[in-house]
T-cell receptor, first 109, second 115 residues
Framework: DAKTTQPNSMESNEEEPVHLPCNHSTISGTDYIHWYRQLPSQGPEYVIHGLTSNVNNRMASLAIAEDRKSSTLILHRATLRDAAVYYC??????????FGPGTRLSVLP | DGGITQSPKYLFRKEGQNVTLSCEQN?????MYWYRQDPGQGLRLIYYSQIVNDFQKGDIAEGYSVSREKKESFPLTVTSAQKNPTAFYLC??????????????FGPGTRLLVL
């Protein structure tokens, strides 16, 4: 299984940056790393994905370690609306992917 | 607006009853997926379909059935054989089913409760 490990929960203050870590030690050379987030009682939504290089979009940045065995999702300025469960998913091309329990992010005003 | 719709939002099932959850997408996506989510847990894959008239079992297919007669629709039936059906059910789609490099788009979910 293409499993990742993440902390169960994290806390951040509003307006501060948040770094959400993920370990994917079994990753292979062609596996992408995807991040999704899920707000309460809603379906997950796509956040960002990447392969080797760091990636930026309007929602977040993704920093991928040089050995690709870990990555960090960066929210530059956390808002109350960013409180959600964040899932890190290792792309395992052609096979079923695994949503683990994710990291529950709490944002304090 | 393009997207995925699921209905109903809440569904109640009596013991021994089959119920069907609807999932429709107008994104022209080939692949569709059904997941189950239990409180505090991640998502688990029930069934997926990469193309019309074809579908594959996921990790927890027992007690569930699906059909894919149209590209836009992928209904999930929770049968009486599913002994613990209370959960949040999520439908998703992606442009192709050829690999996970495709972004998946999720519906709003259906919460199933057993009476």
């Amino acid at each position: 299984d293409a499993k990742t490990t993440q902390p169960n929960s994290m806390e951040s203050n509003e307006e501060e940056p948040v770094h959400l870590p993920c370990n994917h030690s079994t990753i292979s050379g062609t596996d992408y790393i995807h991040w999704y987030r899920q707000l309460p009682s809603q379906g997950p939504e796509y956040v960002i994905h990447g392969l080797t290089s760091n990636v930026n979009n309007r929602m977040a940045s993704l920093a991928i370690a040089e050995d690709r065995k870990s990555s960090t999702l960066i929210l530059h300025r956390a808002t109350l609306r960013d409180a959600a469960v964040y899932y890190c998913i290792q792309d395992n091309y052609g096979q079923n992917f695994v949503f683990g329990p994710g990291t529950r992010l709490s944002v304090l005003p | 607006d393009g997207g995925i719709t699921q209905s109903p939002k809440y569904l109640f099932r009596k013991e021994g009853q089959n119920v069907t959850l609807s999932c429709e997408q107008n994104l022209n996506h080939d692949a569709m997926y059904w997941y189950r989510q239990d409180p505090g847990q991640g998502l688990r894959l029930i069934y997926y379909s990469q193309i019309v008239n074809d579908f594959q079992k996921g990790d927890i297919a027992e007690g569930y059935s699906v059909s894919r007669e149209k590209k836009e629709s992928f209904p999930l039936t929770v049968t009486s054989a599913q002994k613990n059906p209370t959960a949040f059910y999520l439908c998703a789609s992606s442009r192709t089913g050829s690999g996970w490099q495709e972004t998946q788009y999720f519906g709003p979910g259906t919460r199933l409760l057993v009476l």
